[in-house]
């Protein structure tokens, strides 16, 4: 009896020490958000101070923020969207077919391509970045509209590698009694097996949309710059600019590329922490 | 699998036919994407170039340039210490704060969406946030986050912590929901006392997510960049041996640096690529080697 009640007092406190340290943990997600209310010279003498009277600008340096370093955010976010639907849209199509295809043909180009795919996990962005922008330009994929083609080059490794671990697990009964049933390989893959994938398909989603929704290196690499700037471009271009730039109106383009993601977890949480784990598994 | 003659016949040869819809565009993306740029990125690493088409072959001397850099040994003893502080602080944390989310607390859902957080927001954005708050703290003491190599590196790891505990809180909190409630059962009953069910029970039983995390976390740190990048951008810098050295700078973003001076350096940024290739895969494989010994003993 009394260890129960220990217990009990033991897990209260635990609850108020993790809440206190819940909102620890928030601070620098405040910090943002309360700098991008006020004007540019109070950011700059008093970071952690609340907006007070004098400092405050209300929607200002969001106003701002849409068109300032000479490029709107909103052509930058536009490219971001579309970039990362269209990457991870075609990541989980054509690499969940190709693991298919690996886990059911047992062929020369099968295993070569499945050993390459394996190998290029190990190969660091940095290793092919200098050559990949070359190859890019050649071949015109410096632009958002065929810069997916790069992402699904380079990212193929790893999802191809995740959809086969799950593809190899699903019974093969089913896929012969749809072809007895007069199923053609199109027909079996869509109408059978892309909806047994289903799960792995938004794991695999998940990890694909967090990469390429943030990534900064090869989008900075490989798009034409002059024209085409994805929000962590923008971002790191404002930074570059340290000192003349409009701090306040910095924090609002930071407070506006954050909203999408932090509402999109507030959706999909559950999904999101059970395709981390289940990515995890893999390794 | 052992495929019966049926499944040959009824799926695998039917597939067969559609490779070029299968696996053809994949594999054309692939080749674009990585295994031309992969090769050429060895081919050019043994040359003098600006781009490919004007390539001059100079043998291993990039190599030794890269070697000689004493920017690149910064870099490199930079990254190691990264690496192993981040590997301890991020894992420790981490499963700290998974095991205890994991006892019965009231809003533990709540505290694993927060912890969480952090890893949705990219590594550029985080490094301005965070430079904003390391150098409004400084500020009070009259000076800033790259007035000092000691700042930036100890920035870096804040930020990275806070970034990554979240996300390998949850691969423990997994782990930690795996171990089945008999076998704690029965070391209660047995009479352990809480320390003794941690390290001889939980533990031993949660090592698949430890090998998990470290490797994460081992392989992010290697390969860490845009932190860095957005953070200090491997300022301070100092002149040594004649050459300028970054201090807070890590292997991935002294490649880039390298590439940048002038086009006489291209050669031997790929050459320092190519060597932090070879680093980083003999990393990646010897970690899931010594996983897999484990795996056969158990």
């Known amino acids: ?283 | 699998m052992a495929k019966s003659k049926r499944s040959v016949n009824l799926v695998q040869r039917p597939i067969r036919r559609f490779a070029p819809i299968f696996i053809l565009p994949t594999f054309l993306a692939f080749v674009i994407g990585f295994v031309w740029p992969f090769l050429q990125g060895i081919y050019l690493s043994f040359c003098s170039f600006n781009t490919p088409k004007d390539a001059k072959w100079v043998g291993f001397s990039n190599y030794v340039k890269a070697f000689q850099d004493p920017g690149f040994a910064n870099a490199f003893w930079n990254t190691a210490a990264f690496a192993v502080v981040s590997i301890i602080l991020i894992n420790v944390v981490a499963f700290f704060i998974a095991f205890a989310l994991t006892q019965k607390m009231r809003g533990a859902n709540l505290f694993r969406t927060v912890f969480f957080m952090p890893n949705l927001i990219g590594g550029v954005v985080l490094g301005y946030i965070w430079s904003m708050i390391f150098d409004g703290i400084l500020k009070n003491y009259g000076t800033y986050l790259t007035a000092n190599g000691t700042y930036g590196f100890w920035g870096l790891v804040i930020l990275v912590a806070w970034q990554q505990i979240g996300y390998m809180m949850i691969i423990y909190i997994a782990g930690l929901q795996a171990i089945s409630e008999d076998m704690l059962e029965a070391a209660r009953m047995d009479g352990a006392t809480g320390r003794q069910t941690l390290f001889q029970v939980i533990i031993p039983n949660v090592m698949p997510s430890i090998t998990t995390c470290t490797f994460l976390t081992l392989t992010n740190s290697f390969k860490m960049f845009d932190q860095n990048l957005a953070l200090t951008g491997g300022l301070p810098s100092v002149i040594q041996d004649g050459a300028k050295v970054n201090i807070t700078e890590l292997l991935a973003l002294n490649i880039y640096s390298t590439y940048n001076i002038n086009k006489s350096w291209h050669g031997v940024a790929q050459a320092k690529a190519v060597i932090f290739f070879i680093l980083v895969a003999v990393l990646a494989i010897s970690q899931q080697a010594a996983t897999r010994r484990k795996e056969v003993q158990q």
Not at chain 1, 112 to 130: D, K, R
Request: glycine share 6%; charged share 10%; net charge positive.
């Open chain 1, 1 to 283: 009896m009394k260890k129960s009640t220990q217990y009990s007092n033991l897990s209260k406190v635990m609850t108020v020490l993790f809440a206190l340290l819940s909102i620890a943990w928030l601070i620098p997600i405040f910090e943002v958000v309360i700098n991008s209310f006020k004007a540019n010279s109070f950011v700059n003498l008093e970071p952690f101070a609340l907006p007070t009277a004098e400092s405050f600008v209300g929607w200002a340096n969001y106003i701002k923020g849409m068109t300032f370093g000479n490029y709107p955010f909103f052509r930058a976010a536009f490219y971001s969207f579309f970039i990362t639907i269209v990457s991870v849209a075609l990541i989980l199509l054509l690499c969940s077919m190709s693991a298919w295809y690996i886990a059911r043909v047992n062929s020369t180009i099968s295993r070569v391509f499945y050993y390459l795919c394996l190998f290029s996990m190990i190969v660091p962005f940095q290793m092919v970045m200098f050559t990949l922008t070359f190859t890019a330009d050649q071949l015109d994929l410096n632009t958002p509209f065929t810069i997916p083609v790069v992402y699904l080059g380079f990212g193929a490794g790893l999802a191809i590698f995740m959809f086969l671990g799950f593809v190899k697990g699903l019974p093969l009964e089913i896929e012969e009694a749809a072809a007895i049933d007069g199923c053609g390989p199109l027909r079996t893959y869509f109408n059978v097996v892309l909806p047994m994938l289903k799960p792995t398909l938004i794991s695999v989603g998940i990890l694909e949309l967090m990469w390429v929704w943030n990534d900064y290196l090869l989008p900075y690499l490989v798009l034409d710059r002059t024209k085409y700037m994805t929000i962590p471009i923008l971002v790191q271009y404002l930074k570059g600019s340290y000192g003349t730039v409009d701090l306040g109106a910095t924090m609002a383009v930071i407070m506006m590329s954050i909203i999408p993601i932090i509402v999109a977890y507030m959706f999909c949480q559950k999904h999101i922490i059970k395709g981390v784990a289940a990515g995890a598994v893999k390794g």
